[in-house]
């Protein structure tokens, strides 16, 4: 403080100008700054807040399409569909067995008698089984029993045999069958083995020859533990994105699938920990109880690496198998973004930090220059002057130089005024200095607070001498008036130190201090003029930048677009010049090929002619085998009369003729397999004879073919030259369209990339006119709300 008062005008004022520059530059320093740091914060919260929710949305998406996967294998174990699958299976065997019982029908029906053709047939169908205990079973329309598998039950009548729902089934299947052919019949029945009572589906179709009932039937399985396996094995194989997979595990922590970790399927993982202790199938346990669907967060060491991560996890709850589906991902990723984000935010506050710095040295070196000069044109100069001056005259009034000159006056002004009536005062003062010295003295002393800034002192002392009566008045009216305008202009120049530029100096003046008054309004308004002008180019700035960046955008989104269809266009080109190239090496070898060809085709004629001739050689073979074919068939029917009368003796032997009976039985079959056999050998050669004669008939034809092939081959021989020729010089033209292409194509990156760097600059633009406008409209000034941007 005391150095401040031993400081000159113009030292104080500018120190004062100085200072209050500076403290508004650290205001607004301090204000962006902390602006831009809340606005960053809040910009990462809003994005860290939207990634996770975008990135638990799209887990979510993912688990409901593999619990639609499992819902859809559960729908498969509902009873409508598991019927459904055994009527098909039941429907399938009978087909089978109708075809063979109806091929030994149509193939012995003139050969047997009635009797021996049923009991063929019987034999087969109580000798077809299917599955694990699949069987069939013959009645007749009177529901007596035909045919069983077991013994006991033929010769029975069923007609009013029901189960425990008291459905007659044997007789109800028998109606239905009567009158459609064919048809499914459900009721319960105990299954082999088993004392509790199953669902049973059984199909009957006629067999029309004998009016047979011919039945079959299978109970209703569970085939939930079928369908879980499959829908494991569904899901395990389910892929998204490029390495995402899906694991399950039950509501006892027991991991039942996971293509990853093989190695824990069937484990309890209760107790499980992840890299922070965390016990997360628990969690997933617990979220998948008490939610049925959620996120599950926690940290785990990515494959090959040390570090732990964190990890989203999204599980849902299928109930009717007591499964927990889940997927998860690391989010890495977001983390990443979060933390360029607050790089890129901290170098823009350094960046504002440097701007702010730069400005205001440039504004504090203006403005001291500014005051500088004219707080020396003005104030300080003339009391300078007037002060010296007045110390020649006070040397003279205390006697310590005889003589005095007179002050200088630079203006009419205040200190003109007082310099005149010192003047003055000078040449009566010899004659008044005795009585005058009390009030020099105090006039001196006033001059001193004077000198040193302190414009508040008045003389009140008094005089006789009518000249220092009038001095005292003067120069008390002259410090009054001087203090009020040096303390309005300080009031207008506190208004400027509050950013209110409006106001202006109003007080009535003339010479340096009206010049004083004035420049502090030409201040103001110079100051109003710079702040309207930098408002209006940042306006316009701003402006501009919008333009710049849509424009930006246009360029930067046709220069990608252009080189993504310049990429494109490369490609597809270099790939029509690698096809044109292969043309030519591939109508080079269809050349030769048809040269070859040509040579092959009159091969083909000569072995044409030895086809035709193989195939009259044949023929005549064809019908030996025919004959030989007819005397095994007739063996074989002789071996099955033999077989049955030897299981009728064998019968009729009792306990001594069963081992001959089985005997008999086994020489039965292979005398109906040779019949069979020797039938298909039959038809074979009967087909085989007619192949032979169509192919001799083709071999004609070819012959006549390849005389045609022969004259058309040597045609396209000349048409594949010429299309080779037409070839190269294509492959010629596309390689220099490639060419330039590729030269097009780098020029269009080069572009997009100046493009990109534009936009870049653009931004920064925009940023940098925004802050001139905030800036200015921080102040008030006039013509501050009428300022507009300049039109483009």
């Not at 940042?538 to 990608?560: F, H, M, P, Y």
Request: glycine share 4%.
């Amino acid at each position: 403080m005391n150095l401040f008062k031993n400081l000159n005008i113009r030292a104080k004022i500018l120190s004062i100008v100085i200072t209050t520059v500076l403290i508004i530059a650290i205001i607004i320093a301090m204000k962006a700054i902390y602006s831009i740091e809340v606005l960053t914060q809040k910009n990462i919260e809003n994005y860290e807040k939207e990634a996770y929710a975008q990135k638990e949305m799209e887990l979510r998406s993912y688990v409901s399409m593999a619990v639609k996967s499992v819902k859809s294998f559960h729908e498969r174990t509902s009873k409508e569909k598991i019927q459904k699958l055994v009527e098909e299976e039941l429907n399938k065997n009978t087909d089978f067995l109708f075809s063979i019982i109806n091929d030994q029908y149509e193939t012995y029906k003139n050969r047997l008698s009635t009797n021996e053709l049923k009991a063929k047939l019987i034999e087969i169908v109580e000798a077809t089984k299917f599955g694990e205990d699949g069987y069939f079973f013959i009645n007749d329309f009177s529901n007596n029993m035909v045919a069983h598998p077991n013994k006991s039950l033929v010769g029975k009548d069923f007609s009013n045999v029901k189960d425990k729902n008291g459905v007659y089934f044997v007789k109800e299947m028998t109606k239905i069958v009567e009158k459609s052919k064919e048809g499914f019949i459900s009721y319960v029945f105990n299954k082999p083995g088993s004392t509790q009572l199953e669902t049973k589906i059984s199909y009957g179709r006629i067999f029309a020859p004998y009016n047979w009932v011919i039945v079959t039937g299978r109970y209703l399985d569970n085939l939930d533990e079928e369908m879980q396996k499959a829908a494991l094995r569904n899901l395990s194989e389910m892929r998204y994105s490029k390495d995402g997979y899906f694991w399950v595990n039950d509501s006892n922590y027991v991991l039942l699938m996971n293509p990853n970790n093989q190695k824990n399927i069937g484990k309890n993982m209760k107790e499980s920990l992840d890299s922070n202790g965390k016990k997360y199938f628990q969690e997933f346990v617990r979220v998948a109880k008490e939610k049925k669907e959620g996120l599950v967060k926690y940290y785990k060491n990515k494959p090959g690496e040390k570090v732990a991560k964190q990890k989203f996890s999204y599980i849902a709850y299928f109930e009717p198998w007591d499964w927990i589906v889940g997927t998860g991902t690391y989010i890495e990723d977001i983390e990443n973004n979060i933390a360029k984000m607050i790089e890129r935010s901290n170098e823009e506050i350094n960046s504002v930090i440097l701007q702010i710095i730069i400005i205001s040295i440039i504004v504090v070196v203006l403005v001291s220059l500014i005051i500088s000069y004219i707080s020396n044109k003005i104030l300080v100069t003339p009391i300078e002057n007037l002060k010296e001056g007045l110390l020649q005259f006070f040397k003279f009034l205390n006697n310590e130089t005889t003589e005095v000159k007179q002050l200088e006056v630079y203006a009419n002004d205040e200190i003109g005024h007082m310099s005149n009536v010192v003047n003055e005062n000078i040449k009566n003062t010899k004659r008044v200095i005795e009585e005058d010295k009390q009030v020099i003295a105090e006039v001196s002393n006033l001059v001193e607070h004077i000198s040193s800034g302190e414009l508040s002192g008045r003389i009140t002392k008094t005089s006789s001498n009518p000249s220092i009566k009038e001095l005292i008045l003067v120069f008390n009216d002259m410090m009054q008036h001087l203090q009020d305008i040096v303390k309005h202009s300080l009031n207008v120049l506190k208004k400027y130190q509050q950013n209110d530029f409006r106001v202006e100096t109003t007080m009535k003046c003339s010479g340096e201090i009206c010049d004083l008054m004035n420049g502090i309004n030409d201040l103001g308004h110079t100051i109003s003029e710079m702040l309207v002008e930098n408002k209006r180019n940042g306006l316009t700035l701003n402006e501009s930048a919008k333009v710049l960046l849509r424009n930006v955008d246009i360029l930067n989104s046709s220069s990608q677009e252009s080189a993504s269809s310049l990429e494109e266009t490369a490609a597809a080109l270099e790939e029509i010049t690698g096809n044109i190239r292969e043309n030519v090496n591939h109508i080079h070898t269809m050349s030769q090929y048809a040269n070859e060809l040509n040579n092959s085709s009159k091969q083909g004629n000569d072995l044409a002619t030895k086809t035709s001739v193989s195939m009259d050689e044949i023929d005549s073979q064809v019908m030996a085998i025919n004959e030989a074919i007819t005397v095994i068939d007739q063996i074989a029917f002789q071996t099955n009369i033999l077989s049955l009368n030897a299981a009728v003796e064998a019968a009729t032997a009792g306990e001594a003729g069963k081992g001959f009976a089985v005997v008999a039985q086994e020489v039965r079959n292979l005398a109906s397999r040779s019949a069979d056999a020797a039938k298909e050998i039959k038809d074979l050669v009967e087909h085989a004879t007619l192949k032979a004669n169509e192919g001799k008939n083709i071999a004609d034809e070819m012959i006549k073919g390849y005389s045609l092939l022969n004259e058309n081959i040597s045609k396209t021989i000349i048409l594949i030259e010429d299309v080779a020729n037409a070839s190269k010089e294509q492959q010629v033209g596309i390689e220099q369209i490639n060419d330039a292409i590729a030269d097009l194509d780098q020029q269009t990156q080069k572009n997009a990339n100046v493009a990109m760097k534009t936009k870049d600059i653009a931004s920064q633009t925009s940023s940098i006119s925004q802050k001139i406008v905030d800036n200015a409209d921080a102040k008030e000034f006039i013509g501050k709300n009428e300022v507009k941007a300049l039109s483009l």
